[in-house]
């Protein structure tokens, strides 16, 4: 069975522009949480979408968006990049609501200049 | 509050002798936890998970962890190290409440950066 995948694996991006990533979950998989990794923050929870629903949600500012499509996928967008928004985006899936164990992709690496 | 503290940033060992990495944890429920582990330029690979079954967790290459609840720790160890044991782990706790409220959010800890010399 597949893992997770996540597109792209690389981007740079300048302070302003607007960014989407793309996150497949395993074949079965309905959950899917973004976190944000970063050398000074560790890793940080973004949100979790259910059944194209977001669950919750970390503290992050509005600019940081997520969807979640009738197949489980999932993108996240941050709009008006800023510097501190360099880092790597993992997402993870899990197989049902609820459920603790969760699967990582190998993540997106966003640099903004 | 959930929380998670690694106790060493960093770890340094040499090929063929034991692995102590050290994690104290803090839920007001029966937590569950985790150990996972990032290859540099990697996403994270899940080693263990412990969710009450048994206090001692078996988990993948030879790793395991061990719920000691009075001590508030789940330390990982390794009998002996190999060279691709070289990574960085992650400490994580969970527990239902906190799913059942607000969904399956993973909290970290900072991570222990292990190094195996030759």
């Known amino acids: 069975k597949a893992g997770v995948t996540q597109t792209p694996r690389y981007l740079i991006k300048t302070r302003g522009q607007q960014v989407t990533l793309s996150c497949s979950p395993i074949s079965g998989h309905r959950s899917v949480s973004w976190y944000q990794q970063t050398p000074g923050q560790g890793l940080q929870f973004l949100f979790e979408?259910?059944?194209?629903?977001?669950?919750n949600k970390g503290n992050f500012p509005g600019r940081f968006s997520g969807r979640q499509f009738s197949n489980s996928r999932s993108e996240m967008n941050v709009s008006t990049l800023e510097l501190g928004d360099s880092a790597l985006y993992l997402c993870?899936?899990?197989?049902?609501?609820?459920?603790?164990?969760?699967?990582f992709g190998p993540g997106t690496r966003l640099l903004v200049l | 509050a959930q929380s998670v503290t690694q106790l060493d940033s960093h770890v340094s060992v040499s090929e063929g002798t034991p692995v102590l990495l050290r994690c104290n944890y803090s839920?007001?429920?029966?937590?569950?936890l985790f150990w996972y582990v990032q290859h540099p330029n990697k996403g994270l690979q899940l080693l263990l998970k412990y969710t009450s079954a048994a206090t001692l967790v078996k988990g993948i290459n030879g790793f395991e962890a061990e719920f000691k609840k009075s001590e508030t720790s789940f330390h990982l160890t390794k009998p002996s190290a190999h060279m691709s044991d070289a990574a960085e782990y992650f400490c994580?706790?969970?527990?239902?409440?906190?799913?059942?409220?607000?969904?399956?959010?993973?909290?970290f800890g900072q991570g222990t950066e292990l190094s195996v010399k030759p």
């Open positions: 993870a899936s899990s197989l049902r609501e609820y459920q603790e164990t969760q699967y």
């Open positions: 994580v706790v969970s527990d239902l409440k906190t799913v059942y409220n607000q969904g399956g959010k993973l909290i």
């Open positions: 839920s007001s429920y029966s937590p569950s």
């Open positions: 979408y259910f059944s194209e629903t977001q669950r």
